[in-house]
């Protein structure tokens, strides 16, 4: 795990200086090693973080004319050495970043569809006068771009090319609708005019003589098949993806929250590792719906996990959330973000690499909203006389409903003007984050035309997928544009603390097995991850597989905002330059502070917004406007 930067340009060699600012903004990705390269027309920066091969993976690494900076760890990289030496290659290093040179030396740009981990990667290939750029499958470790008129920067991080001289620190205002509606951007844009991000599973070859891009997806799910379900082939995976995942040559441990997602991916460590491994967890003490490290105990236990827990405070908040702000790049789609790096900070004391279980609910439909939208569909279905056996009847999904009680809200919201719409638009009624009161937000972007403009983006991202049932579309959607940005939070997190953060049930093999499942074994009985259920049944407590009560780290902002907090709260969004910004209406965005529902997200995502502004807007590089 660690950090790139790369300056691309038609003549001469880029300044190396610029080169080295880009690369010290990130120099807390790659706490072990520093390294650049440079020769007329391509600059390569990198900052290590050593996990596989501490003594031989240098970077830049070089091999027959090709120069490679590399984010993150191949996981099937002792698989690709094995097939690589049969084919005659001759290795120096133990290192999964010589396995990718090599690959590329092997089989050209086809060897990105062999690799299996998390990546993103520039390589200069000198003999073919281009450079060839990659991002992983899910979007786990990030690339960002922006393309001047002479030359292309490419960063693991904004800050990095806020960091070269001229490059502008203006707001995007499509960007900006998209956050408002949903928390997250769509498309590949960022909240940053004119940085892109390459988006998961995409490609680039670049020409370093025109500087022209010639780009693709070099993988897609596909929704064609209709398998039975097979948990023990399931389990199979699963236990294969976290076996792969191990391989480190740095102390290894565990984010085990007693969810279902990170219960599974403990349970199948603990029966591949020799020896106990150590596992992290965090609560809060405002109340037991903040709290289920009675069951993070229950699987710690079970597995034989030592297991560690950090309580985090209100004070520990208010001092974060600036450096948090800062660390992210962009405004983060939900609060989690702060528990996730107090515990990531607690892991760093004791181990280099953690394992989590992000990807669980994208997969296999663990949000209550995947349960909400596949009960429309099986009403409209009920209505309109169709049968197909894909999709769940609403007898199949009715011994579930009633864990959707705690919803009625959302309910209530989804369906006051009906179900006379397309699936599309019913999805999105259930993932706006604007809510029904937008009073907060200036009159400018409460416009009916913005807001359809982003229905459209949805709209097109919601149908893309061919053959895909409604639960199936939903998961998708989320795959694509919601699951990045969890995995935002995720990268820079544990970044910021020199922590590798792995999700092994971002596999593809284990996606494309999901994909081929039915929508009505999915949701069977009205289950939330029905599927996933059942292939956990053999490895943890019953108390865990069967639980109903979803938390998903909450935490207790509306009780913060009412304590000390409120000072905090009150004090960024009621300055003098959160008022002359534009973005909200002052006296409903107090009201907001004092009247915001629990659990609610638009006093997050205000406060977002503009610390996201004091911090890497209005600031200089280095500091934030909050430490004036």
């Excluded at 965090?282 to 009675?294: I, K, Y």
């Excluded at 039915?518 to 865990?544: C, I, Q, T, Y």
Aim: glycine share 10%; charged share 25%.
């Amino acid at each position: 795990m660690c950090g790139l930067v790369a300056i691309l340009q038609r003549a001469g060699t880029p300044d190396a200086r610029v080169l080295e600012a880009m690369a010290d903004a990130i120099g807390h990705r790659g706490p072990d090693g520093a390294g650049r390269h440079l020769q007329p027309g391509v600059g390569l920066g990198h900052r290590r973080l050593a996990i596989i091969d501490p003594e031989g993976g240098a970077q830049p690494m070089q091999a027959e004319g090709v120069t490679l900076v590399f984010n993150g760890a191949i996981v099937n990289h002792v698989e690709l050495r094995d097939e690589l030496v049969a084919l005659g290659h001759a290795f120096v290093s133990r290192c999964d970043t010589e396995v990718l040179l090599r690959a590329y030396l092997q089989w050209g740009e086809a060897a990105v569809e062999r690799l299996v981990g998390m990546f993103a990667f520039v390589l200069h290939d000198a003999r073919r006068h281009g450079c060839l750029v990659a991002r992983d499958h899910f979007g786990i470790k990030p690339l960002y771009w922006r393309r001047e008129a002479d030359r292309i920067l490419f960063a693991s991080e904004i800050k990095a090319l806020l960091a070269a001289p001229g490059t502008p620190r203006a707001l995007d205002p499509q960007s900006l609708d998209d956050y408002l509606a949903l928390q997250v951007v769509l498309g590949g844009r960022t909240l940053f005019q004119g940085v892109h991000a390459l988006e998961p599973a995409h490609l680039q070859w670049i020409d370093l003589g025109t500087l022209e891009a010639r780009g693709r997806r070099y993988w897609q799910r596909r929704f064609d098949g209709d398998d039975a379900v097979d948990p023990e082939a399931l389990r199979g995976l699963v236990a294969a993806s976290v076996g792969r995942q191990l391989r480190s040559d740095a102390p290894l441990g565990l984010y085990l929250s007693g969810g279902l997602d990170s219960s599974l991916v403990a349970a199948a460590a603990a029966r591949a590792h020799d020896g106990p491994l150590h596992a992290f967890t965090g609560a809060f003490r405002e109340g037991p719906e903040f709290d289920e490290t009675v069951h993070a105990r229950a699987v710690a236990t079970h597995v034989g996990a030592r297991l560690e827990t950090l309580w985090p405070t209100e004070d520990d908040w208010i001092e974060q959330m600036p450096r948090l702000a800062r660390q992210m790049d962009e405004p983060a789609a939900g609060p989690g973000l702060f528990p996730q790096f107090m515990v990531s900070r607690l892991a760093r004391r004791s181990v280099k690499v953690c394992l989590g279980g992000q990807g669980g609910d994208e997969l296999f439909a663990g949000y209550a909203r995947h349960l909400v939208g596949a009960l429309e569909s099986a009403l409209d279905d009920a209505i309109s006389g169709r049968s197909d056996p894909r999709r769940p009847t609403l007898a199949q999904l009715e011994p579930g409903l009633a864990t959707l009680g705690p919803y009625r809200p959302l309910l209530r919201s989804a369906w006051r003007n009906g179900l006379e719409a397309p699936a599309w638009a019913r999805y999105f009624r259930l993932i706006d984050r604007s809510g029904t009161d937008t009073a907060w937000l200036a009159a400018a972007h409460r416009d009916p035309a913005r807001r359809a403009a982003v229905a459209q983006r949805v709209e097109a991202i919601f149908d893309a997928p061919q053959g895909a049932g409604p639960v199936q579309r939903m998961l998708e959607f989320d795959l694509t544009t919601t699951l990045p940005a969890l995995l935002q939070v995720e990268d820079r997190v544990s970044m910021a603390v020199g922590l590798e953060s792995r999700v092994p049930l971002l596999d593809p093999a284990l996606a494309e097995a999901a994909a081929r499942l039915p929508d009505s074994a999915l949701l069977a009985g009205g289950r939330l991850k029905a599927v996933l259920r059942d292939v956990a049944a053999p490895w943890l407590p019953a108390s865990v597989v069967w639980r109903t009560d979803k938390m998903g780290f909450p935490v207790p902002l509306q009780q913060w905002s009412r304590g000390r907090a409120r000072q905090f709260v009150a004090d960024v969004l009621g300055s003098r330059a959160c008022r002359e910004r534009g973005l909200f209406e002052p006296d409903a965005l107090a009201r907001l502070i004092d009247g915001e529902q629990p659990f609610g997200r638009a006093m997050w995502g205000a406060l977002q917004l503009e610390l996201w502004h004091l911090t890497l807007i209005d600031a200089p590089a280095g500091g934030h406007a909050l430490a004036a």
